[in-house]
């Protein structure tokens, strides 16, 4: 089931939050059970078959937690601890991976096809994910509270069961437990519908707005698309595409939880306006990254065995980060990408110091617009279908196919059309570069860039664990006319859009 699917919204939302609300009133253990069944019942809409893997693996994981706590001694603790991780990544390899390791690593004939024929059990990364984090929590002593029905809610909750955030034992069981959780608060319903509103706006209007734009680029051959403004303006379009997807599911599930009274960790915060490579991975998926940081890259040694050290773990860490994202080895090398992206910076890190240079401005916006360049260019990898595909759009952004503006413009512009062709620029079939796409792409970014996030606006309100620091540019949310009209009238728009039919969530297929 879709967030922005008007069964989810219509029916699944208003049963759901009637049901928790109701039976709170009675008993909280029988709300929190609700809650439960309701999140089965989400994720069995997409394909009954997979709440049995579900189920199971939060039975098994359950019981290995308790088992862990109970264990007498360290060694005890660490081996089950291993066999339960380890139990985990063979479900997930599995089915996510077994065709691909079959073929490529193997070489084994007919492995590829076999692959193919399994069906990826929805979100099955990011509950595996959480499950995996809860065991090493248990073992490090940092988990404590295991009631079953709380277990349950806490890896089915399903704001955030899809698509992420990767949630902490000891940042949701504390919630569950406080009575606050199960009374319904008018603010919470404000804010919520908010968030839901906005993110909903983010979604169906620009994310999905950037779709064909980046498809004519990325899903054909032709010579026309491989130009530097049509190449520029499908990577650029993707990037905005993947951008407004994950930011406004990531809205719309702070959102929704807000409405049942749980605060879930933000998970996205403007990561185009981070300066450096470092940065942009503390604002994009904040929860994989940190997941990555604390239970791979730390164990892996982290920093603390010399420079060279930290580089490889670096590399290791994102290398899978890449191919969690899938069987690819597009994923890897998009993953392999930003290892070297962040080994970069480390090593210029080291080189330069903390030390400030004589204009920190015009160093933060070039490191801004390089930061941005870098991730552009990476997107490539992780849009286009094979290496070719990605290879000829580089190339293209790079002006090896040289530059094309439309016929056109050559009569509109005949000035400019003139200097331009002086400078070496064609005019022609332009693979869709325009002078709408360039407009609607420049009105992409600047919201991008000049305009703060959605937990920005909320500050003060909790939208989120651990709120992002505010922004300077724009007054903050509060319940009035003003900001109820200006959110229901982007929902409202959204929801008119859905019509056409309800696109899924670009990180569902991860």
């Known amino acids: 089931m879709l967030f922005n699917s008007y069964p989810f919204l219509l029916l699944f939302l208003p049963v759901a939050l009637a049901g928790f609300f109701g039976l709170a009133r009675l008993d909280r253990r029988a709300a929190a059970s609700w809650l439960t069944a309701a999140s089965l019942f989400f994720y069995g809409w997409w394909n009954p078959s997979f709440v049995v893997l579900l189920a ?43 065709g691909f390791l079959l073929s490529q690593v193997l070489r084994l004939p007919g492995a590829a096809e076999a692959g193919a024929g399994l069906v990826l059990p929805l979100g099955i990364s990011f509950f595996t994910f959480t499950q995996i984090a809860f065991l090493v929590d248990v073992r490090r002593g940092l988990a404590r509270e295991y009631s ?24 949701m069981m504390p919630q569950f437990a406080r009575d606050q959780t199960y009374r319904p608060e008018p603010e919470n319903f404000s804010v919520g519908l908010t968030m839901l509103a906005l993110g909903l706006f983010k979604k169906v209007i620009l994310a999905d707005g950037c779709a064909a734009a980046a498809a004519a680029v990325f899903d054909t051959t032709s010579p026309a698309t491989r130009t530097f403004f049509a190449a520029w303006t499908g990577a650029l379009s993707y990037a905005l595409q993947i951008y407004f997807d994950f930011s406004g599911y990531s809205d719309m599930a702070a959102g929704l939880s807000k409405l049942f009274g749980v605060v879930l960790p933000l998970n996205f915060d403007s990561p185009y306006k981070a300066g450096n490579i470092v940065e942009f991975w503390r604002r994009w998926h904040m929860s994989l990254s940190r997941f990555l940081r604390d239970y791979l890259y730390i164990p892996l040694g982290g920093n603390r065995r010399g420079p060279l050290r930290r580089q490889l773990n670096l590399a290791m860490t994102m290398l899978l980060g890449g191919l969690w994202h899938g069987a690819s080895w597009n994923f890897v090398a998009w ?26 401005a015009a160093e933060r916006f070039a490191g801004r617009l390089l930061t941005f360049a870098a991730v552009v260019a990476a997107w490539v990898f992780f849009r286009a279908k094979d290496f070719a595909t990605a290879g000829g759009i580089l190339a293209g952004m790079a002006g090896s196919n040289g530059a094309v503006l439309p016929e ?9 059309a003139a200097r331009a062709a002086s400078l070496g620029v064609s005019f022609g079939d332009a693979g869709g570069f325009g002078g709408a796409v360039a407009v609607h792409l420049v009105v992409l970014l600047a919201i991008v860039w000049g305009l703060p996030n959605v937990a920005q606006l909320m500050t003060g309100r909790r939208p ?34 859905i019509s056409g039919g309800a696109s899924e969530f670009l990180y569902y297929q991860f």
């Open 408 to 416: 056109t413009w050559t009569a509109r512009f005949p000035a400019a």
């Open 56 to 98: 199971v693996s939060i039975g098994f994981n359950y019981l290995m937690g308790l088992a862990i706590a109970r264990a007498s001694g360290d060694r005890a603790r660490g081996t089950l601890m291993a066999a339960g991780v380890g139990a985990n990544l063979a479900v997930l390899a599995y089915y996510k991976y077994a």
């Open 148 to 171: 079953p029905i709380h277990y349950a809610l806490f890896v089915t909750y399903f704001p955030h069961l899809i698509a992420g955030p990767v949630l902490h034992h000891k940042e």
């Open 335 to 360: 993953g392999g990408l930003h290892g070297l992206y962040l080994m970069i910076n480390h090593a210029w890190r080291g080189l330069r110091g903390d030390s400030a240079g004589p204009w920190p």
């Open 464 to 497: 989120v664990l651990d709120e992002p620091k505010p922004s300077f540019f724009a007054p903050s949310w509060r319940p009035s006319p003003a900001w109820l009209i200006a959110a229901a009238a982007l929902g409202a728009a959204a929801f008119v859009m």
